[in-house]
């Protein structure tokens, strides 16, 4: 109970899915006050695309803990409404900190002011902590872990960081590596991450709490930008070398899944590998098929698919897969991405 006591650190806490639930839970079991939980309103999801509450919002209304769902914040905005009412629900709380992770929306020059002035005791604020999934500056942004692997880093990891007004640019409190693996996806390291953030945010209050947390700017070197993932990215580029596309299969992993067209399908690929040999065919070229993998032509380099998916068919092992579905060599797939309006790719 380190955030317990006499006098529970009393915690605003603003998260929306499992990377944020996993942080909330550490909090909730440390022993902080949670006096109110923001999350994103619930979205419609599954096959039937019924309404679901986020994760966050989940784990809360399992605990007991106060939930408020606005869907904007800004007060001159288009929900200003919603944004109203949430700064009175945050003004009710009276909260020593504000933690944030993955919430989802930008907070506003008013919840920053809010959550740094002094309580009306006098008695100081620890301000809007972030648990950003990435050694800051590299990857400032919406996707950190998905770059982190697109661009083949060898580490990534967690800096908790007091934020301000900008993009992910507030002084750094605590940062923590972790090595990504050659067979780590977004899947397998997002959760090493966020049980990572979860453990470390902990830490800092506890630090913040005795006062001993020291705030240190970013450097203004290495800054790099995690841009959103969109579903366009998907398909694989076959004019990339087999390295580059291989990372991209596993940064997109689970979302939104990396895909290549074969036999006018477009068939999901869950896992590839690089080739150890070069190739001077036509990429996008098929140039083997067995139960180890069907080969791919890329840029002078090969690569094996070996884990594959078809529009509503299960995951499967490219054994499986290939008794299911004709491959052939010298079939091909499309380089890029289609665009409105253009050919059907070559098969």
Request: charged letters at 20%; glycine letters at 10%.
């Amino acid at each position: 109970m380190t955030l317990g006591g006499p006098r529970p650190l009393r915690v605003v806490f603003a998260g929306t899915p499992e990377f944020a639930r996993l942080a909330l839970e550490r909090l909730h079991a440390a022993g902080a006050d949670i006096v109110l939980v923001l999350s994103q309103p619930d979205r419609p999801a599954g096959r039937g695309m019924k309404l679901q509450a986020s994760s966050v919002k989940q784990y809360a209304l399992a605990h007991g803990l106060p939930v408020a769902q606005p869907q904007g914040l800004r007060l001159d905005g288009k929900y200003a409404q919603d944004a109203t009412a949430a700064r009175q629900a945050l003004q009710a709380a009276d909260a020593d900190v504000m933690v944030v992770a993955a919430y989802g929306l930008i907070l506003p020059q008013w919840l920053l002011d809010l959550m740094a002035a002094p309580h009306a005791d006098g008695s100081a604020r620890l301000g809007c902590l972030n648990i950003h999934g990435s050694l800051l500056p590299r990857w400032r942004g919406a996707a950190p872990i998905h770059r982190a692997i697109e661009a083949g880093d060898s580490h990534t990891g967690v800096t908790i960081m007091h934020m301000d007004a900008g993009l992910d640019t507030g002084d750094m409190l605590l940062q923590q590596a972790l090595p990504i693996t050659p067979d780590d996806s977004t899947a397998t390291l997002h959760d090493r991450v966020a049980a990572l953030g979860a453990g470390m945010i902990v830490q800092a209050l506890e630090r913040a709490r005795a006062g001993k947390l020291q705030r240190v700017p970013q450097p203004a070197q290495g800054v790099r930008y995690a841009h959103k993932i969109e579903k366009h990215e998907a398909a694989i580029d076959w004019g990339l070398d087999a390295q580059a596309i291989c990372r991209r299969v596993r940064a997109f992993n689970p979302f939104p899944g990396a895909t290549v067209v074969l036999g006018g399908e477009t068939i999901k690929v869950w896992q590839a590998v690089p080739g150890a040999q070069q190739s001077t065919a036509p990429a996008g070229t098929v140039l083997a098929v067995s139960a180890e993998g069907i080969a791919v032509a890329a840029e002078q380099s090969t690569v094996w698919l070996q884990e594959l998916q078809r529009a509503g068919g299960k995951r499967l092992a490219v054994a499986d897969f290939v008794r299911g579905f004709a491959v052939q060599p010298g079939q091909r797939c499309a380089l890029l991405p289609e665009q409105p309006g253009a050919s059907a790719p070559a098969v």
